[in-house]
């Protein structure tokens, strides 16, 4: 699979896009536009291997629900990422049978030398 799971509201989102110049076989898809469903969820999550690791613990919604002062569970992660798509740690790029979660610089530059070689 060659998807992007991206906010197209989102400046970083659309820069790392830009920068990883994507060949025209990758799907994307805007989050906000396109919800994600349980089967995607679960699709990343068997390439992550966690959902904590697919949840963004810097969305303005995590602090304002005051998640940050619970011990969220791996259930827990799953039900707010399907809830709201702000819970997406973004972009996620999925190519092939690696996963890219994040807009750290190495994220992005591992997804690039994955994608481009």
């Known amino acids: ?7 197209k509201t989102c ?3 659309v820069r ?3 920068t990883l110049n994507l060949p025209n076989d990758f799907i994307l ?14 699709e990343l ?9 697919l949840f963004s613990k810097r969305a ?10 619970q011990k969220l569970s791996e259930k827990d992660y ?11 740690s973004r972009p996620v790029i999925v190519y092939n049978d690696q996963i890219f979660i994040g807009n750290s610089a190495k994220t992005v530059e591992a ?3 994955a994608i481009h070689g």
């Open 1 to 7: 699979m060659k998807k992007v799971y991206y906010l």
């Open 78 to 88: 799953k039900h707010y990422i399907l809830d709201h798509y702000t819970f997406l």
């Open 60 to 69: 303005k919604l995590y602090k304002e629900m005051g998640l940050k002062d």
């Open 45 to 53: 999550h068997k390439l992550s291997g966690n959902y904590e690791a």
């Open 11 to 13: 400046s970083t989102c």
């Open 16 to 18: 790392i896009l830009k």
């Open 111 to 113: 997804a690039k030398k």
């Open 29 to 42: 898809q805007d989050i906000k536009e396109e919800d994600m469903t349980m089967k995607q969820l679960e």
